[in-house]
């Protein structure tokens, strides 16, 4: 029964991390850079939009759920330590929770909120539109990077069982 439930866990958190993955991968090769490349006032406007129509869509509980199930893999790789795929489980659970979800809220959602707030034809909205882009961005980039991984980690943890 524990067995089948680990398993349903590590399929999820994988197919989530990859999901997850290709999200932020689309933000930082090619949504972002368009978003740079039109004037700061739609550029703005449109990740405003974005910030707040992602909160009411499926993206919210696929975001809480991986996390959810990783930070819960990671803890049960910790009293099932002798099993294979342990290791992998509890790496892949580190780097989701660190590398993606801590980032996110630590990193990303301030810079969202402070975005939030930018009326898009003040005279300083330019400024704060170019320092987003690069911090918001630069960020993405890991967040892409820690949920690749840990897709990869879970996986290899699947195959290892």
């Known amino acids: 029964m524990v067995q ?17 993955a290709g999200i ?13 490349a039109i004037p700061e006032e739609a550029g703005i ?11 009411r869509t499926s993206f919210m509980p696929l975001f ?3 996390t959810l199930a990783a930070a819960l893999l990671a803890v049960l790789a910790l009293f099932r330590w002798g099993e294979p795929g342990a290791v992998a489980a509890l790496a892949a659970g580190l780097v989701y929770v660190f590398g993606m ?8 959602v301030p810079l969202n909120n402070a975005l939030a707030s ?7 909205a330019a400024d704060t539109w170019a320092s987003y882009l690069r911090d918001w961005t630069r960020w ?3 967040r892409t990077a820690a ?12 195959a290892a069982r």
């Not at 930018?118 to 300083?124: A, C, H, Q």
């Open 118 to 124: 930018v009326d898009p034809k003040s005279p300083d």
């Open 45 to 55: 406007r449109a990740m405003q939009s974005i910030n707040t129509i992602i909160l």
């Open 4 to 20: 089948h439930a680990v398993s349903i866990l590590l399929w999820f958190a994988a197919i989530g991390a990859g999901v997850m």
């Open 64 to 66: 809480f759920g991986t």
């Open 140 to 142: 993405n980039h890991a």
């Open 147 to 158: 949920s690749a991984l840990a897709c990869g980690l879970f996986i290899w943890a699947i």
């Open 24 to 36: 932020y991968f689309a933000f930082s090769v090619f949504i972002m850079r368009a978003f740079a």
């Open 101 to 108: 979800f801590a980032c996110t809220i630590a990193l990303n």
